[in-house]
């Protein structure tokens, strides 16, 4: 059965200007779709639309065969719930209190929770990990809690058709795998009907088996990643050129782009940035702004850090999602360290998969100034087995310290005092 059918569909914030200029795209029930497209062309008024919080002037939509026009508040709030990018509770209430409010959607006005509605909430939050901390007030949760918890109330409301709107977006690579993985369960498992925007094409590529490109408040392209994420469609939208792989596991796209910055002013001095899991904090963008040529790596495709760093064209090591570090990346970030001035290596959590980052630091670097960021001791972020990490990183060290070229610090933004 068609959950959703959208036929030349119009709408906008003023008649003056439309938004959305013609769309048209449906969806299966239980089919997982990705929306991707630049800045302005359309993703969250296209949620708001088939919330029908948005009223539009033209075209039709049907969810589930019916005219979306015609459903009560109620009815929409029964078969779609949205999971938004931030999520502002003012009161401290608990979670459990949170989750419940899913269920508002079948509650006359005065009418209470019963024991079916808390039996409901109660499976919701197992699903989504959440059940631990039903007792806790919803601000002393982290970010990536907090989103778990709105992803369980939306759950709460049973619906068809969930619509996540960005929803990971302020989130690290941990947190986004938790809340996608979930998601994802529940859609093959369940049959739940997704829609998810994203501004992230590889995070689109990894969970959706459907995706589609909004330009212009139009529809580019629909349907599978393959046919959907190539060279010629990046191009024509977000007007950069990249690079499609295969992830050598699980075989799903994903993508880099080529794009340098070529900074006439640039100093002499090099910096390469061994970091991740977001440990670069500002510092590139410090560096950048004080006129240094810099590199990064070995860093995951959709490592915070390597959003960071794109966000400066800054040249990269990249290796496929959640993957370890292939000796091809391995000999890259070698050449790098090699022909840097300055080492500067964050204080990452160290594991099996990214271990090599710490043997080409030992291997490549020579007479160049190291700088290490430690915030954190390295035995409080070594996750390798009979504590490798931190035996590598001791050495390394201590090599530096016989040459008294190695400076350690506990804020990134006195590294610029040190170059």
Request: aromatic share 6%; charged share 30%; glycine share 6%.
């Amino acid at each position: 059965m068609v959950m959703l059918e959208i036929d030349r569909l119009r709408a906008g914030y003023t008649r003056a200007e439309s938004v959305l200029k013609g769309l048209d795209f449906s969806m299966d029930e239980g089919e997982f779709i990705g929306v991707v497209g630049p800045n302005g062309s359309g993703k969250s008024t296209l949620l708001r639309a088939i919330t029908n919080v948005l009223k539009f002037w033209s075209g039709d939509m049907r969810l589930k065969e019916e005219h979306i026009t015609t459903l009560s508040r109620e009815q929409i709030a029964r078969s779609i719930a949205v999971v938004p990018q931030d999520t502002y509770i003012s009161f401290p209430y608990s979670v459990g209190e949170v989750v419940l409010m899913g269920r508002n959607p079948y509650l006359s006005r005065f009418e209470n929770y019963d024991k079916k509605d808390k039996k409901i909430a109660k499976r919701c939050m197992k699903m989504t990990s959440t059940l631990k901390f039903k007792d806790k007030r919803i601000n002393e949760l982290s970010g990536g809690e907090i989103q778990r918890v709105i992803v369980a109330r939306a759950l709460t409301q049973n619906p068809d058709l969930l619509l996540l709107d960005e929803a990971t977006s302020h989130l690290d690579i941990g947190h986004k795998k938790d809340i996608m993985d979930t998601v994802k369960k529940l859609n093959e498992n369940r049959g739940l009907s997704v829609i998810s925007v994203h501004h992230n094409l590889n995070l689109a590529a990894r969970y959706c088996e459907k995706i589609l490109i909004m330009d212009d408040g139009m529809d580019h392209s629909f349907g599978a990643p393959e046919k959907v994420l190539t060279r010629s469609n990046i191009k024509a939208v977000y007007g950069i050129d990249a690079e499609i792989h295969r992830h050598p596991v699980d075989g799903n796209l994903y993508v880099t782009t080529l794009d340098e910055r070529v900074n006439e002013e640039m100093k002499e001095k090099k910096v390469h940035v061994v970091c991740g899991g977001g440990s670069s904090s500002s510092l590139f963008k410090r560096l950048i702004e004080d006129g240094y040529e810099v590199t990064a790596g070995v860093l995951n495709v959709m490592d915070s850090d390597l959003e960071k760093a794109k966000n400066f064209d800054i040249r990269c090591v990249t290796e496929a999602p959640f993957s370890p570090i292939s000796e091809e990346s391995f000999e890259k970030n070698l050449k790098m360290i090699k022909e840097a001035d300055v080492i500067v290596l964050t204080d990452f959590p160290i594991g099996e998969g990214n271990i090599k980052n710490l043997e080409a630091i030992k291997q490549g670097i020579k007479d160049q100034k190291l700088i290490l960021i430690e915030r954190k001791n390295i035995e409080n972020r070594d996750y390798t087995e009979e504590g490798k990490g931190t035996k590598l990183y001791d050495e390394i060290i201590e090599e530096k310290k016989r040459r008294s070229d190695i400076q350690i610090l506990k804020r990134p933004e006195e590294v610029l005092e040190y170059i």
